[in-house]
């Protein structure tokens, strides 16, 4: 799996043109603790979960993350600097975004990754180097 994003990540870079200004975002929302929280199976190393014994946690939610991608998203292509956009995201809340994108700019180039985990049944290695 290493071995492809590497060749992925050459890929793209090897397929700019030398003027080309790559422009990385990281687009954060924020965190919100519920109050009340909610409760959860109790860890016990080396014991399967028993859904019957529960302890009270924090619950974590996460909020405007994905306004805040679209909402960025949309910026950068409407100041007219940019042709060409790559989203990196498993997310599917994006499709609006997207969709009004493509409309709006017919001429823009959208480039969409989704990351995926490996399933726990496969072998782990460690990542290869690029």
């Known amino acids: 799996m290493a071995k492809i994003q590497c060749a992925l ?13 790559i422009i990385l975002k990281k687009i954060l929302g924020s965190h919100v603790y519920g109050k009340n929280g909610t409760r959860m199976p109790l860890f016990v190393p080396n014991q399967s979960f028993d859904k019957t014994i529960s302890v009270k946690v ?9 306004v805040n991608i679209a909402i960025s998203m949309y910026r950068d292509v409407n ?3 940019i042709n060409q956009i790559v989203l990196f995201s498993n997310d599917t809340d994006a ?14 180039k959208i ?6 985990t490996p399933h726990i049944s496969e072998k782990k ?3 290869s180097k690029c």
């Open 9 to 21: 990540k050459m890929t793209i870079i090897e397929h700019l043109k030398p003027d080309t200004r």
């Open 95 to 108: 499709e609006p975004a997207i969709k009004a994108l493509t409309e709006d700019f017919p001429a823009l």
């Open 125 to 127: 290695t460690s990542p």
């Open 111 to 116: 480039g969409l990754i989704m990351p995926i």
């Open 79 to 81: 100041r007219g600097d």
């Open 58 to 66: 924090w619950r974590l939610v996460e909020k405007k993350t994905d």
